[in-house]
């Protein structure tokens, strides 16, 4: 009788824990799938975080040499800089980053900077969240290898000393602006409004 219940309750012994043992034992495919991927993006950052990296890199520079230039030497100075800077610099960050990174716009001062029907679609939808109060967030696409990155530029006070109306821009600085750019589209805004867009392409991985 004794010898039986020990062996009952070797029994159930060996059977709970080889059940303890299945439960924790294999790892469905999706599950390894997605610890694969969370290990990986650790390493290697995202498109989107590729793309914001090289946008803000870029606006950092343009940002640094322009407010430098208005608190230096003033706006009309500042306006000089930009006709003449804006496009090499882009262009130098675009050759560290191995993109192609362009600051285009629906309402250009530089027609070189004109958006593409694409880029003009993702304007569009980025004046919409920025209406509707929603997140910002990039807008990427994969194409042929490549990713299309877009981001919004978005207006603040400074801005307008530029890019505002006849009460924020200084006479001077709109001289300047008609002789520079007679066709000009990039005036009448206010703050935090859609001035246009980073549109960058990069190699996808
Ligand atoms: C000192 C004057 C000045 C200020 C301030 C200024 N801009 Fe501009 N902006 C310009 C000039 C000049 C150009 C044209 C550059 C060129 O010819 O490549 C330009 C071009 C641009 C473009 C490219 C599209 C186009 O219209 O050609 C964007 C986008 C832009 N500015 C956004 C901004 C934003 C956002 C701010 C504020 C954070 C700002 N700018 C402040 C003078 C200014």
Known sequence: MKNSFYLVLFVSIVLFSSCKNETKEPISASEKAAEIEEASSKIEPSYAQIGLDMAFS?????????????????????????????????????????????????????????????ELKSIESFKNVLVNGEEIKPILETKNDSVYFYYPIVTNGMCLKCHGSKETIDPDVLASLNKLYPTDAATGYTENEVRGIWSIQFKAK
Do not use: W, Y
């Open 58 to 118: 870029t606006k950092a520079q343009l940002g640094k040499n322009l407010m430098g230039t208005m608190k230096e030497k003033g706006t009309n100075e500042a306006l000089q800089f930009c006709n003449i800077k804006a496009i090499p610099l882009t262009d130098s960050m675009a050759t560290v980053h191995r993109a192609r990174i362009k600051r285009v716009s629906d309402k250009t001062r530089n027609s070189n900077n004109k958006a593409n029907e694409t």
